[in-house]
């Protein structure tokens, strides 16, 4: 069973409204996957948090599709509120809010000093995730290259980027 992160830039991009440096190519790799998620192939699941706080990467998607309306990412989003409470597609991990974007999962690790803080949510999900189930879910990253700089501090904590987009 494979379970993936979805950091909200593959979304947008599967919605069409790509960056000038983001090819066709890549829209249809990011729509692709959102379309393999949806129909459950090969086991895919998407992992997101949960806690006290609600779900931050839920919420962020909802804030960034409102723009999008009628686009493959909201209906995506929609897809995911569905579904959200069927672990055949999503699987819910605990994480721990201890102010805006910071988590206690989050490492406490000189290397990530300036890793965004709006991104701490996806590497703690990914952490806690592999403390709970021993197993790593991989951060599906579309175009946000600059979390090639932390390439080698996320490795020390368990937590793996898949780019899937040049």
């Not at 000038?20 to 990011?30: D, H, L, N």
């Not at 897809?79 to 991990?93: A, F, K």
């Not at 102010?99 to 991104?119: C, G, Q, S």
Request: hydrophobic share 40%; net charge negative; charged share 25%.
């Amino acid at each position: 069973m494979k379970r993936k992160i979805l950091d909200t830039n593959v979304i947008i991009n599967a919605s069409g409204n790509k960056s000038p440096q983001t090819k066709e190519a890549c829209v249809e790799i990011c729509l692709k996957l959102l379309f393999q998620f949806m129909a459950g192939y090969s086991g895919l699941k998407i992992v997101i948090d949960t806690g006290s706080h609600g779900s931050d990467i839920l919420e962020e998607y909802q804030k960034q599709f409102k723009y999008y309306e009628g686009t493959y990412g909201a209906i995506f989003i929609q897809w995911l509120l569905n579904n959200i409470m069927n672990d055949q597609y999503v699987i819910q991990i605990p994480i721990t809010r201890i102010d805006e974007d910071a988590y206690e999962e989050f490492p406490k690790d000189t290397e990530l000093k300036k890793f965004d803080p709006r991104d701490r949510k996806f590497i703690a999900v990914a952490i806690a995730h592999y403390q709970y189930e021993d197993q790593t879910a991989p951060i599906v990253q579309s175009a946000d290259m600059k979390w090639k700089d932390f390439m080698s501090a996320f490795a020390k904590h368990n937590v793996e980027i898949e780019f899937i987009c040049d």
